[in-house]
């Protein structure tokens, strides 16, 4: 029985799946042990049950804007030696940093889970660059959601080894069947539908002004087609007030799934994002899918059924919308089966055999050096 800790900032909902898939492994003991709190735009209040052990470690929590905290985790260290694992998960932060000195004080395996991509981490400043190099150079494996971030990685690292385990969600709430899919596609209007924080760097002015665009071209879309925004933040989007465009603001768990089943368009206009969880989402919910380059997982997320245009891009994005809403319904209905065949490379269980691959160490291969 391996002794495993996962340290993470917080529990989010859609993670709980993945961790019990682990801690119902025979050989696993799981524990979870977590710091801080979610930032102003997570605003989640419903959480499965959970089958793993948790820890609350103590934490001086900073509120430094709508999208970050700075966190102090001042007890991560002696929460480690308290717990003496076997095997730590850990991000390249400050969980990584009590990670980095406790495996160096007793020799304990770890593991680097991170989801960050070049688009996100250009402007990363030279002391997180230097601290990453060191922990990645003593870090046995590399947990990533997708070659993106494996790319990021071997920047630092080229000679370490990967273990794949795709961001995932919980996926009886969003999946729909063929029989599902082609129901919805049977009805006359299309809903094109956006999922996210209302900030700069999710692109919902460059959607707002997108799809507009795509309505004052071909007016008779109006009578078909229709955008809908899930989403809160502190952008104020009231100069888009149309008819066509419904504002529908937070919700979660079964009114929150029903969008994205009703959905037959997800667009996730972000000018950088990691591994964005709505896109999986909207996989699994039978959506044809539009995505930037800027999106972390649309290598994986996006071949043959959507388009992935250039950040930034509203003339890119209006041309995408443009030709996908006037597509012959046939042809956007196998788009949107392709995403369920997509889905399945997104599985919880898929995701669970990448962390076990990790935690069971398939190979002794780690990085040498940083570069």
């Known amino acids: 029985m391996k002794k495993v800790v996962i340290l993470q900032k917080y529990i ?39 089958e793993f052990s948790e820890v609350q470690a103590r ?20 929460d480690l030696v308290r717990l003496r694992p076997d095997f730590v998960i850990c991000a390249p932060d400050m969980g990584g940093i009590a990670t980095g000195i406790y495996s160096w004080k007793h020799e304990t395996r770890y593991a680097i889970w991170s989801e960050a991509i070049p688009a996100t981490e250009g402007r990363v400043s030279l002391w997180k660059k230097k601290l990453r190099q060191r922990l990645y150079r003593n870090a046995e494996s590399f947990i990533v959601p997708g070659s993106l971030s494996e790319t990021y990685i071997r920047a630092f690292c080229p000679t370490a080894q990967f273990h794949h385990a795709p961001n995932t969600v919980e996926e009886e709430r969003f999946s729909l069947d063929r029989e599902g899919v082609h129901a919805k596609f049977a009805g006359e209007r299309l809903i094109v539908t956006f999922s996210g924080s209302l900030i700069e ?34 952008l104020d989007i009231s100069d888009f007030n149309d008819e066509n465009i419904e504002v529908v ?3 979660e768990q079964d009114a929150y799934a029903a969008h994205l089943r009703e959905s037959h368009i997800f667009v996730l206009p972000s000018l950088h994002d990691n591994n964005p969880l709505t896109v999986v989402e ?68 898929r995701s669970v055999d990448g962390f076990l691959a990790a935690i069971r160490g398939n190979s002794t291969e780690c990085c040498e050096r940083a570069v």
């Open 201 to 234: 760097r999710k692109g919902i002015l460059l959607l707002l002004e997108a799809f507009i665009r795509v309505l004052r071209e071909h007016p008779e879309l109006r009578e078909t087609c229709q955008l809908r925004v899930l989403g809160t933040g502190p």
């Open 282 to 349: 909207g996989l699994f919910a039978g959506n044809v899918i539009v995505v930037t380059a800027g999106v972390g997982n649309h290598p994986e997320a996006v071949h043959g059924n959507g388009s992935v245009v250039s950040s930034g891009s509203a003339d890119e994005l209006a041309q995408a919308l443009e030709r996908l809403v006037t597509l012959p319904r046939a042809e956007l209905l196998g788009m949107a089966c392709n995403s369920l065949d997509i889905a399945h490379d997104f599985s919880v269980a």
């Open 249 to 251: 603001g937070f919700c």
């Open 59 to 78: 934490c001086v929590s900073v509120n430094s804007g709508y999208e970050r905290n700075m966190e102090f985790p001042h007890s991560l260290y002696a």
């Open 12 to 50: 989010a909902p859609y993670r709980i799946p993945l961790f019990n898939g682990i801690a119902r492994h025979p050989d696993v003991e799981l524990t979870l042990v977590y710091y801080g709190k979610p930032e102003a735009r997570r605003r989640w209040s419903f959480f499965a049950g959970r």
